[in-house]
């Protein structure tokens, strides 16, 4: 097949390493395992979940939740959910904290014993801030849950801490459950506690007076449409992790006050103004902990370059899958939008879409959107009892054209065979075939020569709308004859916790026994923490793993995300971020950091960097202009500086990619703000071509950016 044809180094190179990760993997077990029976305990927790987050004004700017110290020992509805929330294990941590307590805490000094006290003994939910506009003023509110039961007991808490805080003084009151702390003129914070809920709230801004200060207490309401919410629900659906989140749209009419309009112009380019949240997270969320970072951002401004992914997996494994990693074909659609954002940035040498295609049929036989609208867009490998696999969807209407088209094109032999009632397809392929007409001196089939006999061989069946392809068609003849009976997609969404629909690219893997060993080694830990705080516990009445249910196997993975609305990279563990050490057993965490450290990170990041290398060249376009139109009307080259004329000095080019851009005898030379293209000063440089009084091209391979990082014009 032609596709085969173009991408072999790339197809291949994937085969290869999913092979090897397939070794990596060796630990897994073989057989289909079946969990442990649901245990009986009632599920009791340590800490409340975080309640300020529904109560959000609309013209919130930013939030943030920091958990609670004893929320990590608090049962979550993941795989620790018994192993935290039975009552042994409760029982245990309430000693440990009785040992802190008296043992730790009680020989504190003043003012650090008060808030510790406040902190560790009788905060039971996470602290949580939001910072809200109101007037154009930011005003900030804050709130957690305590475990004072009458107003006495608070009032002597708030007492006890003010004290211990410089320049604070309780101003005169009559509630014991709500007033204010004075800092000084212009510094004031509002609290009041709810003995009902239990609820604690505070509020402060820079020079709101106390009647504010009060009103935008009143403001604190449900709110269960605010557009954070999904995010948040997205990553922590406990409400106890760590969550930040940031809303650049709302916080435009503070941040234009200090900006120049040219700055402001840059930031609507990069459509950060329509931004509507920025998240970064650390919780739980349908049963599994998850590390994200997302941004909720309609495909505008910087956005537009990455594709909005939708994938359908169709494709059967034999037996439960070990691993499978997923990618995201651009469809033809989403890369003609692609090529012209990048025109529209002034991207140099991007040809339309229309001259792409047309070259591409001039030179490979075929163009590029009828490649791109034969295949996926996703491709699935994967790993079963039977072995390596790659499936990708395709069209069944262009296969027979797109084979006859790289038959005449290059040196390929494509074969049927037929054995057990199943047809395997044969695409042998020379890499080297007429290229090389040298022999080696001796004039033996050596070196050179004997190289031209080299072929690489890709080997698939048809099964529905995939193409299976392995590395040997022996895989593919067990695979038939074992059946496929186990769905990728259902294993993917039920089993792993992982979203492939909207997959740009990732991996998930399967370890034996994770929740198992990781809760062997919390054990351990619990051990340390009573040697330190002096406690007193049950070691023996924990229960076993076996007792508590724990699956047979645990994930881990990540994803690089592209929907619709969200762009986002996530990390996926069954218990939490330790299961990288602990699931060395099966090694399986190797691969995911390998895979992470080889391909994910890097492919984005050089992405990222070329879009923004394409973004910041355009600066340099109108200063070319400059200069041309200098040397038309007369001025010596040598007087082409920064100042001449209309060329500006060099920092009144600065924008969010360009440091300066300095002009000397007509040498344009861009210094870029972005220190990931390198150490030291990052440049390119433009030098004239000058014939008489015009410039016939410029010269941009000077410099010293990366030639990976720049355009195919400058290197």
Request: with cysteine; charged share 20%; proline share 4%.
């Amino acid at each position: 097949m032609k596709i085969v044809q173009t991408k072999r180094s790339g197809l291949k190179k994937v085969v290869v390493a999913s092979l090897a990760w397939g070794l990596l993997l060796t630990g897994c077990s073989e057989s289909d395992k079946k969990s442990s029976a649901t245990p009986s305990y009632e599920v009791e927790t340590l800490t409340e979940s975080a309640w300020l987050y529904g109560s959000l004004p609309e013209n919130t700017i930013a939030y943030a939740r920091v958990p609670n110290l004893w929320s990590g020992f608090s049962a979550k509805d993941d795989s620790f959910k018994y192993a935290l929330g039975n009552e042994h294990h409760v029982a245990t941590m309430k000693q440990i904290q009785k040992g802190l307590y008296e043992n730790i805490i009680s020989q504190l000094e003043q003012p650090i014993k008060p808030l510790a006290e406040f902190y560790a003994k009788h905060t039971t939910g996470p602290l949580e801030i939001a910072f809200v506009s109101q007037g154009g003023q930011p005003v900030v509110y804050a709130g957690t849950s305590l475990d004072y039961e009458d107003d006495t007991s608070f009032s002597q808490a708030i007492v006890a801490l003010v004290q211990g805080l410089p320049n604070a003084n309780i101003m005169p009151q009559d509630d014991k459950t709500r007033g204010i702390v004075s800092f000084g003129p212009g510094a004031a914070v509002y609290y009041s506690y709810n003995t009902d809920n239990q609820r604690l709230t505070i509020i402060s801004g820079m020079g709101a007076s106390v009647t504010s200060l009060e009103n935008a207490a009143a403001s604190i309401k449900t709110n269960d449409k605010h557009e954070m919410l999904k995010l948040e629900a997205d990553i922590d659906a406990s409400h106890q992790g760590l969550f930040v989140w940031s809303s650049p749209k709302n916080a435009m009419p503070l941040l234009q006050m200090g900006m120049s309009p040219k700055q402001l112009r840059e930031l609507k380019e990069f459509g950060i103004d329509q931004a509507r949240g920025l998240a970064l997270g650390y919780g739980v969320s349908d049963g599994k902990t998850r590390l994200k970072l997302l941004l909720d951002m309609p495909k505008v401004g910087i956005n537009r370059f990455l594709p909005e992914v939708s994938n359908t997996i169709n494709v059967k494994s034999v037996g439960t899958p070990k691993w499978a990693a997923v990618m995201s074909l651009p469809t033809s659609e989403q890369a003609a939008r692609l090529v012209t954002s990048l025109q529209q940035v002034g991207a140099d040498k991007v040809e339309s879409w229309g001259t792409i295609n047309q070259q591409a049929e001039k030179e490979l036989g075929v163009s590029i959107t009828t490649l791109l609208d034969s295949f996926g867009p996703e491709v699935v490998f994967f790993n079963d009892q039977v072995g390596t696999f790659a499936a990708v969807s395709y069209n069944p209407n262009d296969i027979k054209a797109l084979l006859t088209k790289a038959q005449e094109n290059f040196d390929i032999e494509h074969k049927v065979y037929n054995k057990n009632g199943q047809e395997i397809h044969h695409l042998s392929v020379s890499l080297v075939g007429k290229a090389l007409d040298v022999k080696s001196n001796s004039g033996s089939l050596l070196g050179p020569e004997l190289m031209k006999n080299y072929r690489e061989n890709y080997f698939w069946t048809i099964e529905g709308e995939n193409i299976i392809f392995a590395s040997v068609p022996q895989l593919l003849l067990e695979r038939q004859k074992r059946t496929a009976e186990v769905e990728v997609a259902e294993w993917l969404s039920s089993k792993q916790g992982y979203d492939a629909n909207s997959a740009l690219l990732g991996l998930t893997a399967s370890v034996d026994g994770l929740s198992r060993n990781s809760y062997h080694y919390y054990i351990e830990f619990l051990m340390i923490l009573a040697d330190i705080t002096q406690a007193d516990i049950d070691l023996m009445a924990l229960p076993t793993a076996d007792e508590l249910g724990f699956p047979e196997k645990g994930a881990v993975g990540l994803n690089l995300r592209s929907d619709k609305d969200v762009l986002g990279l996530e990390f996926t563990f069954e218990n939490g971020g330790t299961d990288l050490l602990y699931g060395m057993g099966s090694t399986s965490s190797i691969a995911v950091i390998g895979i992470l450290a080889a391909v994910a990170i890097p492919a984005y990041q050089e992405y990222a960097l070329r879009a923004e290398m394409a973004s910041g060249l355009h600066a340099a376009e109108g200063v070319k202009l400059q200069i041309s139109q200098a040397l038309v009307n007369g001025a010596k080259v040598e007087d082409l500086d920064n100042g001449y004329d209309t060329i500006q000095q060099a920092h009144e080019y600065e924008n969010s990619i360009i440091e300066k851009i300095v002009v000397t005898d007509g040498v344009i030379t861009l210094f870029f703000k972005n220190r990931s293209l390198g150490y030291g000063p990052q440049t390119i440089v433009y030098v004239p071509m000058i014939e008489g009084d015009y410039i016939s091209y410029w010269d941009c391979s000077g410099g010293t950016v990366a030639q990976k990082y720049r355009p195919s014009l400058c290197r």
